[in-house]
Protein backbone atom coordinates (compact mmCIF):
# COMPACT_ATOMS: atom_id res chain seq x y z
CA UNK A 1 0.00 0.00 0.00
CA UNK A 2 0.86 3.69 -0.65
CA UNK A 3 -0.07 7.15 -0.13
CA UNK A 4 -0.43 9.95 -2.65
CA UNK A 5 -1.21 13.54 -1.83
CA UNK A 6 -5.20 14.53 -3.34
CA UNK A 7 -3.38 17.22 -4.89
CA UNK A 8 -0.89 14.94 -6.84
CA UNK A 9 -3.09 11.77 -7.98
CA UNK A 10 -3.26 13.01 -11.53
CA UNK A 11 0.82 12.70 -11.49
CA UNK A 12 -0.37 8.65 -11.40
CA UNK A 13 -2.37 9.02 -14.70
CA UNK A 14 0.28 12.02 -16.29
CA UNK A 15 3.28 9.03 -15.80
CA UNK A 16 0.64 6.50 -17.35
CA UNK A 17 0.41 8.63 -20.18
CA UNK A 18 3.89 8.34 -21.69
CA UNK A 19 2.93 4.94 -22.18
CA UNK A 20 -0.78 4.90 -22.92
CA UNK A 21 -3.46 6.59 -24.51
CA UNK A 22 -5.18 7.72 -21.30
CA UNK A 23 -9.20 7.35 -20.82
CA UNK A 24 -11.03 8.87 -17.16
CA UNK A 25 -13.95 10.38 -16.62
CA UNK A 26 -15.13 13.46 -18.22
CA UNK A 27 -17.77 15.93 -17.19
CA UNK A 28 -19.70 17.40 -20.13
CA UNK A 29 -20.10 20.94 -19.41
CA UNK A 30 -23.40 21.15 -21.19
CA UNK A 31 -24.84 18.02 -19.95
CA UNK A 32 -23.57 17.66 -16.83
CA UNK A 33 -23.04 14.20 -17.96
CA UNK A 34 -19.77 11.70 -17.15
CA UNK A 35 -18.00 10.24 -20.00
CA UNK A 36 -15.35 8.23 -20.01
CA UNK A 37 -13.20 9.27 -23.29
CA UNK A 38 -9.60 9.63 -24.20
CA UNK A 39 -8.32 12.97 -22.60
CA UNK A 40 -5.80 14.76 -20.97
CA UNK A 41 -4.81 13.68 -17.42
CA UNK A 42 -5.66 17.50 -16.31
CA UNK A 43 -9.40 17.31 -17.47
CA UNK A 44 -9.83 14.17 -15.16
CA UNK A 45 -12.66 14.36 -12.06
CA UNK A 46 -12.66 11.82 -10.23
CA UNK A 47 -15.55 12.31 -8.14
CA UNK A 48 -17.87 12.26 -11.09
CA UNK A 49 -21.04 9.91 -10.72
CA UNK A 50 -20.47 6.56 -12.89
CA UNK A 51 -20.18 7.04 -16.83
CA UNK A 52 -23.56 7.28 -18.64
CA UNK A 53 -22.29 4.78 -20.86
CA UNK A 54 -19.82 2.09 -19.12
CA UNK A 55 -15.95 2.07 -20.33
CA UNK A 56 -16.70 -1.57 -21.85
CA UNK A 57 -15.98 0.04 -25.27
CA UNK A 58 -12.32 0.11 -24.92
CA UNK A 59 -11.76 -3.42 -25.20
CA UNK A 60 -15.52 -3.69 -27.08
CA UNK A 61 -16.24 -1.20 -29.17
CA UNK A 62 -19.48 -0.29 -30.16
CA UNK A 63 -18.38 -0.88 -33.65
CA UNK A 64 -15.21 -2.14 -34.45
CA UNK A 65 -13.47 -3.27 -38.14
CA UNK A 66 -11.82 -6.75 -37.43
CA UNK A 67 -10.42 -7.23 -40.64
CA UNK A 68 -10.40 -6.06 -44.31
CA UNK A 69 -9.79 -8.88 -47.41
CA UNK A 70 -9.77 -8.32 -50.68
CA UNK A 71 -10.40 -11.28 -53.57
CA UNK A 72 -8.65 -11.16 -56.96
CA UNK A 73 -10.79 -12.43 -59.56
CA UNK A 74 -8.14 -13.40 -62.09
CA UNK A 75 -5.37 -15.40 -59.51
CA UNK A 76 -8.23 -16.27 -57.32
CA UNK A 77 -5.92 -15.11 -54.37
CA UNK A 78 -7.40 -13.69 -51.14
CA UNK A 79 -5.26 -11.23 -49.04
CA UNK A 80 -6.64 -10.58 -45.34
CA UNK A 81 -4.95 -8.10 -43.10
CA UNK A 82 -6.29 -7.69 -39.32
CA UNK A 83 -7.75 -4.10 -38.26
CA UNK A 84 -8.70 -3.69 -35.30
CA UNK A 85 -6.92 -1.02 -32.80
CA UNK A 86 -3.69 -2.17 -30.71
CA UNK A 87 -3.23 0.78 -29.25
CA UNK A 88 -2.18 0.70 -25.18
CA UNK A 89 -4.84 2.21 -22.97
CA UNK A 90 -4.79 2.81 -19.55
CA UNK A 91 -8.23 3.44 -17.59
CA UNK A 92 -8.11 5.51 -15.23
CA UNK A 93 -11.22 6.15 -12.38
CA UNK A 94 -12.82 3.21 -13.30
CA UNK A 95 -15.69 1.98 -10.31
CA UNK A 96 -16.04 -1.24 -9.46
CA UNK A 97 -18.77 -2.05 -11.38
CA UNK A 98 -17.66 -1.34 -14.35
CA UNK A 99 -14.43 -3.42 -13.36
CA UNK A 100 -16.63 -6.38 -12.80
CA UNK A 101 -18.25 -5.34 -15.96
CA UNK A 102 -14.65 -6.35 -17.57
CA UNK A 103 -14.03 -9.33 -15.80
CA UNK A 104 -17.54 -10.82 -17.16
CA UNK A 105 -16.32 -9.96 -20.32
CA UNK A 106 -12.92 -11.41 -19.92
CA UNK A 107 -14.67 -14.81 -19.10
CA UNK A 108 -16.99 -14.30 -22.05
CA UNK A 109 -14.33 -13.58 -24.80
CA UNK A 110 -11.32 -15.16 -23.55
CA UNK A 111 -12.86 -17.88 -20.80
CA UNK A 112 -14.76 -20.42 -23.24
CA UNK A 113 -14.03 -22.54 -25.69
CA UNK A 114 -12.78 -20.52 -28.41
CA UNK A 115 -10.63 -17.39 -27.62
CA UNK A 116 -11.21 -13.69 -29.59
CA UNK A 117 -8.63 -12.39 -30.78
CA UNK A 118 -9.60 -8.96 -31.30
CA UNK A 119 -10.35 -8.82 -27.65
CA UNK A 120 -7.57 -10.43 -26.32
CA UNK A 121 -5.22 -7.64 -28.22
CA UNK A 122 -7.36 -4.82 -26.97
CA UNK A 123 -7.12 -6.46 -22.89
CA UNK A 124 -3.41 -7.30 -22.98
CA UNK A 125 -2.24 -3.79 -23.84
CA UNK A 126 -4.61 -2.57 -20.94
CA UNK A 127 -3.61 -1.02 -17.66
CA UNK A 128 -6.24 -0.32 -14.63
CA UNK A 129 -6.54 2.19 -12.37
CA UNK A 130 -9.84 2.18 -10.68
CA UNK A 131 -11.58 3.99 -7.93
CA UNK A 132 -13.16 2.92 -4.81
CA UNK A 133 -16.68 4.98 -4.57
CA UNK A 134 -16.59 6.33 -0.66
CA UNK A 135 -19.99 7.86 -1.18
CA UNK A 136 -22.70 5.93 -3.95
CA UNK A 137 -24.74 7.06 -6.22
CA UNK A 138 -28.56 7.52 -6.72
CA UNK A 139 -29.11 4.23 -8.80
CA UNK A 140 -26.06 2.42 -7.49
CA UNK A 141 -26.91 -1.58 -5.96
CA UNK A 142 -23.73 -2.89 -5.91
CA UNK A 143 -23.82 -3.98 -2.23
CA UNK A 144 -26.65 -6.40 -3.73
CA UNK A 145 -24.28 -7.92 -6.79
CA UNK A 146 -20.73 -8.33 -4.69
CA UNK A 147 -19.42 -5.53 -7.36
CA UNK A 148 -18.44 -3.06 -4.94
CA UNK A 149 -18.10 -0.30 -3.43
CA UNK A 150 -14.61 -1.35 -3.83
CA UNK A 151 -12.59 -3.78 -6.07
CA UNK A 152 -11.85 -6.93 -5.08
CA UNK A 153 -9.70 -8.09 -7.99
CA UNK A 154 -8.54 -7.10 -11.68
CA UNK A 155 -6.88 -4.09 -11.38
CA UNK A 156 -3.59 -2.95 -11.51
CA UNK A 157 -3.52 0.24 -9.22
CA UNK A 158 -6.95 0.59 -7.16
CA UNK A 159 -7.27 4.54 -5.34
CA UNK A 160 -9.27 4.91 -2.09
CA UNK A 161 -10.25 8.91 -0.82
CA UNK A 162 -9.26 9.16 2.62
CA UNK A 163 -9.53 12.60 4.08
CA UNK A 164 -6.21 14.89 2.19
CA UNK A 165 -4.56 11.51 0.55
CA UNK A 166 -5.45 8.61 -1.97
CA UNK A 167 -4.47 5.05 -0.46
CA UNK A 168 -2.81 3.38 -3.83
CA UNK A 169 -2.95 -0.36 -3.66
CA UNK A 170 -0.83 -2.24 -6.16
CA UNK A 171 -3.29 -5.28 -8.05
CA UNK A 172 -0.25 -6.80 -10.56
CA UNK A 173 3.33 -6.19 -11.40
CA UNK A 174 2.86 -3.14 -13.53
CA UNK A 175 1.51 -1.78 -10.74
CA UNK A 176 4.26 -2.37 -8.47
CA UNK A 177 6.29 -0.90 -10.75
CA UNK A 178 4.64 2.25 -11.63
CA UNK A 179 4.30 3.06 -7.94
CA UNK A 180 7.83 2.82 -6.83
CA UNK A 181 9.04 4.17 -10.19
CA UNK A 182 7.50 7.27 -9.17
CA UNK A 183 8.77 6.55 -5.00
CA UNK A 184 5.02 6.91 -3.24
CA UNK A 185 5.40 6.77 0.32
CA UNK A 186 4.36 3.60 1.58
CA UNK A 187 1.25 3.15 4.00
CA UNK A 188 1.20 1.14 7.34
CA UNK A 189 -1.31 -1.13 8.21
CA UNK A 190 -3.69 1.66 9.73
CA UNK A 191 -4.59 3.09 6.36
CA UNK A 192 -6.06 -0.50 5.64
CA UNK A 193 -8.61 -0.22 8.63
CA UNK A 194 -9.69 3.65 7.31
CA UNK A 195 -10.06 2.11 3.84
CA UNK A 196 -12.27 -0.34 5.18
CA UNK A 197 -13.98 2.31 7.38
CA UNK A 198 -14.64 4.06 4.24
CA UNK A 199 -16.18 1.20 2.65
CA UNK A 200 -18.37 0.75 5.59
CA UNK A 201 -19.61 4.26 5.68
CA UNK A 202 -20.37 3.86 2.03
CA UNK A 203 -22.34 0.89 2.05
CA UNK A 204 -24.81 2.21 5.05
CA UNK A 205 -25.05 5.12 2.37
CA UNK A 206 -26.64 3.71 -0.31
CA UNK A 207 -30.01 4.10 -1.14
CA UNK A 208 -33.10 1.97 0.87
CA UNK A 209 -34.11 0.10 -2.32
CA UNK A 210 -30.74 -1.45 -2.84
CA UNK A 211 -30.24 -2.06 0.55
CA UNK A 212 -33.75 -3.50 1.09
CA UNK A 213 -33.27 -5.45 -2.47
CA UNK A 214 -29.97 -7.59 -1.03
CA UNK A 215 -31.73 -10.47 0.18
CA UNK A 216 -34.28 -10.54 -2.70
CA UNK A 217 -32.41 -10.62 -5.52
CA UNK A 218 -30.86 -13.68 -4.29
CA UNK A 219 -34.41 -15.41 -3.80
CA UNK A 220 -35.11 -14.12 -7.32
CA UNK A 221 -31.95 -15.34 -8.89
CA UNK A 222 -33.26 -18.73 -7.36
CA UNK A 223 -36.83 -18.36 -9.08
CA UNK A 224 -34.92 -17.11 -12.66
CA UNK A 225 -32.68 -20.01 -12.65
CA UNK A 226 -35.53 -22.75 -11.60
CA UNK A 227 -38.41 -21.38 -13.88
CA UNK A 228 -40.43 -20.98 -10.95
CA UNK A 229 -41.88 -17.35 -11.87
CA UNK A 230 -45.60 -17.19 -13.27
CA UNK A 231 -45.88 -16.62 -16.85
CA UNK A 232 -47.49 -13.71 -16.34
CA UNK A 233 -45.22 -11.61 -14.80
CA UNK A 234 -43.26 -12.21 -18.03
CA UNK A 235 -45.95 -11.01 -19.63
CA UNK A 236 -46.51 -7.78 -17.50
CA UNK A 237 -42.74 -6.82 -17.60
CA UNK A 238 -42.68 -7.63 -21.61
CA UNK A 239 -45.89 -5.58 -22.13
CA UNK A 240 -43.72 -2.60 -20.83
CA UNK A 241 -40.58 -2.99 -22.35
CA UNK A 242 -40.25 -0.58 -25.79
CA UNK A 243 -37.45 -2.94 -27.51
CA UNK A 244 -35.23 0.06 -27.81
CA UNK A 245 -32.21 -1.59 -26.39
CA UNK A 246 -30.96 0.52 -24.00
CA UNK A 247 -30.81 -1.30 -21.29
CA UNK A 248 -28.26 -3.98 -23.66
CA UNK A 249 -25.84 -0.56 -24.18
CA UNK A 250 -25.59 0.64 -21.01
CA UNK A 251 -24.82 -2.51 -19.29
CA UNK A 252 -21.06 -3.23 -18.33
CA UNK A 253 -21.26 -7.40 -18.91
CA UNK A 254 -23.65 -7.17 -21.56
CA UNK A 255 -21.38 -9.02 -24.70
CA UNK A 256 -23.81 -9.17 -27.53
CA UNK A 257 -23.05 -8.50 -30.80
CA UNK A 258 -23.39 -8.46 -34.79
CA UNK A 259 -20.90 -9.01 -37.96
CA UNK A 260 -21.55 -7.74 -40.83
CA UNK A 261 -19.70 -7.65 -44.32
CA UNK A 262 -19.12 -4.14 -46.11
CA UNK A 263 -18.16 -3.99 -49.27
CA UNK A 264 -15.70 -0.96 -50.42
CA UNK A 265 -15.42 1.07 -53.33
CA UNK A 266 -12.35 0.08 -54.00
CA UNK A 267 -13.09 -3.47 -54.45
CA UNK A 268 -12.26 -4.78 -51.16
CA UNK A 269 -14.24 -5.50 -48.21
CA UNK A 270 -14.38 -5.22 -44.82
CA UNK A 271 -15.57 -7.45 -41.53
CA UNK A 272 -17.77 -5.04 -38.85
CA UNK A 273 -18.35 -6.23 -35.45
CA UNK A 274 -21.11 -4.04 -33.81
CA UNK A 275 -22.97 -4.01 -30.63
CA UNK A 276 -26.57 -5.70 -30.80
CA UNK A 277 -29.32 -6.61 -28.34
CA UNK A 278 -31.30 -9.44 -27.13
CA UNK A 279 -34.25 -6.69 -26.94
CA UNK A 280 -34.43 -6.94 -30.56
CA UNK A 281 -36.88 -9.12 -32.36
CA UNK A 282 -34.52 -9.60 -35.38
CA UNK A 283 -31.79 -11.00 -32.81
CA UNK A 284 -32.61 -14.60 -32.66
CA UNK A 285 -34.66 -14.54 -36.36
CA UNK A 286 -33.20 -17.59 -38.06
CA UNK A 287 -32.51 -18.08 -42.32
CA UNK A 288 -36.08 -18.77 -43.41
CA UNK A 289 -37.96 -16.29 -40.79
CA UNK A 290 -38.26 -18.70 -38.14
CA UNK A 291 -37.52 -17.31 -34.51
CA UNK A 292 -38.12 -19.08 -31.33
CA UNK A 293 -38.27 -15.79 -29.05
CA UNK A 294 -40.53 -13.10 -31.40
CA UNK A 295 -43.02 -12.47 -28.19
CA UNK A 296 -41.23 -9.59 -25.98
CA UNK A 297 -41.48 -11.30 -22.90
CA UNK A 298 -39.74 -14.18 -24.36
CA UNK A 299 -36.55 -11.65 -24.52
CA UNK A 300 -37.15 -9.94 -21.45
CA UNK A 301 -37.13 -13.70 -19.75
CA UNK A 302 -33.56 -14.29 -21.56
CA UNK A 303 -32.24 -10.95 -20.70
CA UNK A 304 -33.14 -11.35 -17.07
CA UNK A 305 -31.83 -15.34 -17.39
CA UNK A 306 -28.65 -13.93 -18.48
CA UNK A 307 -28.36 -11.71 -15.57
CA UNK A 308 -29.25 -13.55 -12.51
CA UNK A 309 -29.48 -17.26 -13.37
CA UNK A 310 -26.75 -20.01 -11.43
CA UNK A 311 -26.17 -21.16 -14.85
CA UNK A 312 -24.62 -17.71 -15.56
CA UNK A 313 -22.65 -17.21 -12.43
CA UNK A 314 -20.67 -20.84 -13.27
CA UNK A 315 -19.81 -19.24 -16.48
CA UNK A 316 -18.74 -15.35 -15.12
CA UNK A 317 -18.02 -16.44 -11.49
CA UNK A 318 -20.08 -14.05 -10.81
CA UNK A 319 -23.74 -12.82 -11.53
CA UNK A 320 -24.03 -11.10 -14.68
CA UNK A 321 -25.82 -8.12 -13.40
CA UNK A 322 -22.89 -5.78 -11.54
CA UNK A 323 -25.41 -3.48 -9.82
CA UNK A 324 -24.71 -0.15 -11.47
CA UNK A 325 -28.72 1.15 -11.67
CA UNK A 326 -28.02 2.29 -15.69
CA UNK A 327 -30.39 0.21 -17.30
CA UNK A 328 -33.02 1.84 -14.40
CA UNK A 329 -31.74 5.04 -15.35
CA UNK A 330 -32.13 4.56 -19.29
CA UNK A 331 -35.31 2.25 -19.40
CA UNK A 332 -38.66 4.29 -20.98
CA UNK A 333 -40.33 1.36 -19.38
CA UNK A 334 -39.27 1.55 -15.86
CA UNK A 335 -38.10 -2.18 -15.97
CA UNK A 336 -34.57 -2.16 -15.07
CA UNK A 337 -33.37 -4.15 -12.62
CA UNK A 338 -33.96 -3.46 -9.60
CA UNK A 339 -38.13 -2.98 -10.85
CA UNK A 340 -38.35 -6.35 -11.97
CA UNK A 341 -36.67 -7.41 -8.70
CA UNK A 342 -39.38 -5.50 -7.11
CA UNK A 343 -42.40 -7.52 -9.86
CA UNK A 344 -41.01 -10.64 -8.55
CA UNK A 345 -40.86 -10.06 -5.09
CA UNK A 346 -44.47 -8.85 -4.86
CA UNK A 347 -45.34 -12.27 -7.14
CA UNK A 348 -44.52 -14.19 -4.14
CA UNK A 349 -46.37 -11.89 -1.60
CA UNK A 350 -49.77 -13.04 -3.52
Same mark, same amino acid.
Not at 93 to 106: A, I, M, P, V
Not at 107 to 121: H, N
Not at 264 to 290: F, I, K, P, V
Not at 298 to 304: G, L, S, V
Given at each position: ?????????????????????????????????????????????????????????????????????????????????????????????????????????????????????????????????????????????????????????????????????????????????????????????????????????????????????????????????????????????????????????????????????????????????????????????????????????????????????????????????????????????????? =??????????? =?
Amino acid at each position: MYLIKKSDVLEIARELGKEYQVIGPVVDADSGQTFFEKTEPELIQLKAPIPSVPPKYTVFPQIETLMRYRYDRESKEVEIREMYETEPKAVFGLRSCDLNGLLCLDRFFLGQEFVDEAYRVHRKKMFIVTNTCVTPFKNCFCVCTDSGPAAEEGYDLNLTELDDVYLVEAGSDKGRELVERMGLEKADESYAVKKKEAVDKSVSLFEEFATDSKAWISRVMNRVTTGFIREDVWEYIGDQCFECGACTFVCPSCSCFNIVDVNNADGSSERLRTWDSCSYEGYSRMAGGHNPRKPVEDRRNKRFFCKLSYSQMKKYLRPGCVGCGRCAWVCPGNIGLP =KVVEYVRRETH =K
